[in-house]
């Protein structure tokens, strides 16, 4: 399969949300897992654990000691996605990256409603709470960019720093479906998401949903191996209930979003955001006036030739660049 076919990607624009005192009070567990020879593979060297948010448990790989960054993968993914993102920052941070409700080893729980945003929010929280920690540096890709977002501009008390890879401030992102035809023409896989179920092909890029469709934008063997075992872990429809459960209904038109007269909140700590210009989802329009919704710093890297899986198609710069950022905001 062509990666170009089997590249799902995902948007959102998401309602406010007034829960931020609910979140806090999440109860987390954690089982650590032991640590290996530097020289093992990576997916046999990190730590495992599990942040109990309400009934749903969220489990996570950890890698390192320091100050804690938490990494949310997207669709179709899991915690995997940040492997050499862990690997370069684990010498100087406490790196954890969460595989997402409905994914690979955390809960799969039933119902659309149990993917609302708020319920994506309150998983990171409960992984920051379960690690100890008042603050972390959150960082998400595609969905997990979209709950990234969500935490910083809902509960900024427990976000110390912003990084997002591959997906726009929420408002540049209503912008663009309200205004590009592109934008809007590229989001058309989400909405066959948000209309047919797991079971229906029609629902995937006329593919039926599966392990080995599912990973087939993975393109080096032994990775797509490990994708294959996560997605024969996960839950499909699941996967689909982020869409149905956080896209506003639209009308006949299809015109679901709407420029935002009232902007919301400005994101109060630092921005880092990288964007592959090959990405044929999420067009890079959607990344003009982001410095308008901020209220700090906001660090720009775009890398032509990168994919929507910025992480893992230009891993060195993404690394790299995350590492010296980070320590630059170090005290």
Known sequence: MERSMARPRAVCRVRSMGFAV????AVAVASPGA?????APLIDRVEHGYAQNGEVKIHYAALGEGPLVVMVHGFPDFWYSWRDQMEALAQDFRVVAIDQRGYNLSDKPEGVDSYGMQHLVGDVVAVIRSLGAEKATVVGHDWGGAVAWQV??????VVENLIILNLPHPNGMARELATNPVQYKNSEYARNFIEYDASDPRAFFGMPMKPQTLAGWVTDPEARKHYVEAFERSDFDAMLN????????????????????????KAEMPVLQFHGLEDTALHAGGLNDTWKWLSKDWTLVTVPGAGHFVQQDAPEIVSETMRWWLLARQD
């Open 22 to 25: 609910l979140l806090l009070a």
């Open 35 to 39: 640590v290996l020879a530097v020289d």
């Open 152 to 157: 910083a501009l809902n509960v900024p008390q």
């Open 242 to 265: 982020y869409y149905k459960a956080n896209y506003p209904a639209g009308d006949v038109a299809g015109r679901w979003f709407a420029v935002q007269e009232n902007p919301g909140p």
